[in-house]
Nanobody, 115 residues
Framework: QVRLVESGGGLVQAGGSLRLSCAAS????????MKWYRQAPGKQREMVAS???????NYADSVKGRFTISRDNARNTVYLQMNSLRPEDTAVYYC?????????WGQGTQVTVSS
């Protein structure tokens, strides 16, 4: 079955960096669009970044220039490099992919940015 497992979250000071990873199994990884979402307390889940199978990337305006999404098809892993972190980046970060029949989510990893 499809499984997405995130790692790399933690507590960091404002201005710091973190790198999130999402290991996928049960899918033909190289053919899938991989996405990162986040959900802050009391807010709706929002898409942060996506990386298509063709190599195109998209970012939310709030993270452009600070976050970079990348993927390693040989490792079935997608990454989110987060630099210049701000307190408003505090959220649970989720990896996701869409497959015929539905959207699959990981369990999430907490990112907390202190001021």
């Amino acid at each position: 079955q499809v499984r997405l497992v995130e790692s790399g979250g933690g507590l960091v000071q404002a201005g710091g960096s973190l790198r999130l990873s999402c290991a996928a199994s049960g899918i033909i990884f190289s053919r899938n669009v991989m996405k990162w979402y986040r959900q802050a307390p009391g807010k709706q889940r929002e898409m942060v970044a996506s990386f298509s199978s063709g190599g195109s990337t998209n970012y939310a305006d709030s993270v452009k220039g600070r976050f970079t999404i990348s993927r390693d098809n040989a490792r079935n892993t997608v990454y989110l490099q987060m630099n210049s972190l701000r307190p408003e980046d505090t959220a649970v970060y989720y990896c996701a992919t869409d497959i015929i029949g539905g959207r699959y989510w990981g369990q999430g990893t907490q990112v907390t940015v202190s001021s």
